[in-house]
T-cell receptor, first 112, second 115 residues
Framework: DQQVKQNSPSLSVQEGRISILNCDYT??????FLWYKKYPAEGPTFLIS?????DKNEDGRFTVFLNKSAKHLSLHIVPSQPGDSAVYFC???????????FGQGTELSVKP | DTEVTQTPKHLVMGMTNKKSLKCEQH?????MYWYKQKAKKPPELMFV???????INESVPSRFSPECPNSSLLNLHLHALQPEDSALYLC??????????????FGPGTRLTVL
């Protein structure tokens, strides 16, 4: 049972345009959501998070939106840069002793 | 500073070897984690230590043995591994393991190959 889903395995965007990565979840007990960026053979790097009491959180070029009624969150990157090319994982927590549930990841490619 | 360090970066071992992976953080975090990640897959939780006590074991085979000597260090002892255990092993830490907005910070990982 996949509780966190990233339905797009890959996304290609032109440099300077907006990248939108999507994530859906099924467990209504999730109340903290995170996005991580990962390069091959490296550990995930924390990007941005959002608590369920908010619907938007912004940090520089990165904005995460949360729609609790739709159980959907998205990560917007604007403007996209070639260095943003990586795999992006969405993760969710229901405070079960630290368990993070990850989505399958979306590979973003930003072309110059 | 959100740095988690892991050694070694790469490890090749035979099925009869005994080896250990090490993880260290100096952020004052009281929760530490081991994850396993296969290529093209998300990280899978193996163990959680909270205040130096094992709080979660995700039914991991006994050939993997975690140890938390103190609040800054986490080890993973490996013995009699199988080739299918080859993966990237990731360590992470967070302030606590039950806080409302605990963010886990990951180390760079150890690439393990079992021959």
């Amino acid at each position: 049972d996949q509780q966190v889903k990233q339905n797009s395995p890959s996304l290609s965007v032109q440099e300077g345009r907006i990248s939108i990565l999507n994530c859906d979840y099924t467990n209504s007990m999730f109340d903290y959501f995170l996005w991580y960026k990962k390069y091959p053979a490296e550990g995930p790097t924390f990007l941005i998070s959002i608590s369920s009491i908010k619907d938007k959180n912004e940090d520089g070029r990165f904005t995460v939106f949360l729609n609790k009624s739709a159980k959907h969150l998205s990560l917007h990157i604007v403007p996209s840069q070639p260095g943003d090319s990586a795999v992006y994982f969405c993760a969710a927590s229901a405070h079960q002793g630290g368990k993070l549930i990850f989505g399958q990841g979306t590979e973003l490619s930003v072309k110059p | 500073d959100t740095e988690v360090t892991q050694t070694p970066k790469h490890l090749v071992m035979g099925m009869t070897n005994k080896k250990s992976l090490k993880c260290e953080q100096h952020m004052g975090h009281r929760a530490m984690y081991w994850y396993k990640q296969k290529a093209k897959k998300p990280p899978e939780l193996m163990f959680v230590y909270s205040y130096e006590k094992l709080s979660i074991n995700e039914s991991v085979p006994s050939r993997f043995s975690p140890e938390c000597p103190n609040s800054s260090l986490l080890n993973l002892h490996l013995h009699a591994l199988q080739p299918e255990d080859s993966a990237l092993y990731l360590c992470a830490s967070s302030q606590t393991s039950g806080g409302r907005t605990d963010t886990q910070y990951f180390g760079p990982g150890t690439r393990l190959t079992v021959l």
